[in-house]
C-alpha cells in the first residue's frame, strides 16, 4: 500500500531518509537530516525566485495555471467580474463568504466613511517636485500612514488589525487621487461619501471647476471590473513583499508600502505599459507579421509583450474578461488606433505553432494598457491603478500571515560563493 513520503537515499553516504508528502509538498526543512557529518548544516533547498517552493498556506486564492483557472474563496473570477462588484469581492477576500444584502451595505457604509485622510497629509505630498512619479508618492505616503494611526502596531488584536485593515482600503484611492492631481498641478478633490468606490475616485480624478462630476456608467463599471480581476493573484512579487516584511510584525502600512515598491517595478505593475511600447513600435496592422517573424528569429532582441505568464500556461482567464470590457469601453471613448493592431496581433499569435507551443497566450497586461488609455489615465497611473484594487489582497494576505501559527520571521538561507577566511592585510603592505 502506498504511503505519502518521499524516500531519498544520499549517495554520498549511503543513508535513507523517508521524509513526508503532505498537500503535495515535502517541508524543506526535513531535508535538513541529511548531512555527511554531524558537524553538517544539512541539506538545503535552492530556488532562485521561490519558483517551486510554497512559502505558506492560504485559503485566499486558487490558480490552476495549465488549466486557466482563476478562484476568489472558491468563486471563479469569470462570475465575479459578470456578476459582483468589487467592494463585494473586497468583503468576499477579507471574511471568506459572500455577504448578506446587509453585511455589504454595512461594509461599504464603513469603507466609504473613511475615505478622508488626515489633513496634514496633504502637506506631506504637496513637498514633492511637480514630476514626481505617482507610485513614488503613493508607496512614500502608504508608509507615512504608521505615523498618523500609531494604534496600527498592534497587529495582534483582531480589532485593531481590522480597523487599519478598512483604513488602507478606504484611503489608497483618496491617495492615488491626490497623486495624479499632484502631478498634473490640480488641487486636491475630497472623497465624495454619495458615489461608488470606483465611481468616487473617477470623481476625485477627473472634477474640475464644478461640485459635481457626471461617471460615465459604463467607464465606472468597466474600473469596477478591473478592479475585481487585480483584487489578489496567489503569492506574486509585491505580496510576497507585504507578508515577508509584515512577518517582522510591522504595522500593516508598512508592510503594504513593501508591496507598492515591489509593484513599481517594469516587471510587475508596469507590464502593461510595455505592451503600449511595443504596440507603438509596431506603427501599423500591415507591420504585425514582420514583428512577429523578428520575434521568432531573435531579429533586433524583438519581445512579445502581454503575452505569457510566470502562472498561466493557457489563456490568462482574466485577459477573457479584460477583451469584453475593452469593446465596452471604446464604444464610450472611441477606438483607440492600438486596438487594431493588438487585435491582429493576437489574432496571429494564436495561430501560429512557435507561440502557441511555448503556450504563450495574451496575459491581463495585454489590454488593461488600452483601456487605461482610453479612459484618459497617463502611463505613470498605471501601476497606481493597479495598487488600489491589490490592497485588499495584499491586506487579507497580510492578516492570514499574521493568523497563521506555522510563520515565523521570514529568514531566507544562502549558498556563500565568496572568499574562504582570510587575514587582514595593512595598507602598506597591499600591492
Request: with cysteine; net charge neutral.
Amino acid at each position: 500500500m502506498s504511503k505519502d513520503t518521499l524516500t531519498i537515499t544520499d549517495n554520498r553516504t549511503g543513508k535513507t531518509y523517508e521524509v513526508p508528502i503532505e498537500n503535495g509538498c515535502i517541508r524543506t526543512n526535513a531535508l535538513r537530516q541529511i548531512k555527511v557529518s554531524e558537524e553538517d548544516f544539512g541539506l538545503m533547498g535552492y530556488d532562485p525566485a521561490f519558483l517551486n517552493t510554497a512559502n505558506c498556506k492560504s485559503a485566499i486564492t486558487f490558480i490552476d495555471g495549465d488549466k486557466g483557472i482563476l478562484e476568489y474563496r472558491g468563486y471563479p473570477i469569470e462570475q465575479l467580474a459578470e456578476k459582483s462588484s468589487f467592494i463585494e469581492v473586497a468583503y468576499l477576500l477579507l471574511n471568506g463568504e459572500l455577504p448578506t444584502p446587509k453585511q455589504l451595505e454595512e461594509f461599504n457604509y464603513l469603507v466609504t466613511h473613511h475615505t478622508y485622510v488626515h489633513e496634514n497629509i496633504k502637506t506631506f505630498m504637496d513637498g514633492y517636485r511637480y514630476d514626481a512619479h505617482p507610485m513614488s508618492m503613493l508607496s512614500s505616503t502608504v508608509a507615512a500612514l504608521s505615523g498618523f494611526y500609531p494604534d496600527a502596531k498592534n497587529t495582534k488584536d483582531e480589532r485593531s488589525r481590522r480597523i487599519q485593515m478598512t483604513r488602507l482600503i478606504a484611503k489608497m484611492p483618496t491617495i492615488a487621487a491626490f497623486s495624479y492631481r499632484h502631478s498634473m498641478g490640480l488641487p486636491y478633490v475630497y472623497p465624495d461619501n454619495d458615489l461608488s468606490y470606483v465611481g468616487n475616485f473617477l470623481a476625485m480624478i477627473r472634477k474640475i471647476g464644478t461640485t459635481t462630476y457626471k461617471v460615465h456608467p459604463t467607464l465606472e463599471k468597466a474600473l469596477d471590473v478591473l478592479f475585481i480581476l487585480h483584487a489578489d493573484h496567489e503569492q506574486n512579487c509585491s505580496t510576497t513583499s507585504v507578508r515577508t516584511v509584515g512577518s517582522s510584525e510591522v504595522d500593516p502600512y508598512s508592510a503594504v508600502a513593501a508591496g507598492i515598491g515591489a509593484l513599481y517595478g517594469p516587471l510587475h505593475g508596469g507590464a502593461n505599459e510595455a505592451v503600449l511600447r511595443m504596440l507603438r513600435e509596431i506603427g501599423h496592422v500591415s507591420k504585425v507579421p514582420d514583428f512577429i517573424k523578428a520575434v521568432k528569429t531573435g531579429e533586433g532582441e524583438k519581445k512579445l509583450m502581454g503575452f505569457g505568464h510566470r502562472v498561466y500556461k493557457s489563456y490568462d482567464p482574466r485577459a477573457k474578461v479584460i477583451k469584453r470590457v475593452a469593446d465596452e469601453v471604446f464604444e464610450v471613448t472611441g477606438k483607440n488606433p492600438l486596438l487594431e493592431i493588438a487585435v491582429e496581433l493576437e489574432k496571429i499569435a494564436l495561430q501560429d505553432e512557435y507561440f502557441v507551443k511555448r503556450k504563450l497566450y495574451p496575459n491581463v497586461d495585454f489590454y488593461s494598457g488600452l483601456i487605461y488609455e482610453a479612459m484618459g489615465f497617463p502611463v505613470e497611473m498605471f501601476p497606481v491603478l493597479f495598487a488600489i484594487p491589490r490592497t485588499v489582497g495584499w491586506v487579507t494576505q497580510w492578516e492570514e500571515m499574521v493568523k497563521d501559527s506555522e510563520q515565523k520571521i521570514a529568514r531566507p538561507r544562502q549558498i556563500y560563493t565568496g572568499s574562504k577566511r582570510r587575514d587582514y592585510v595593512a595598507m602598506k603592505d597591499r600591492k
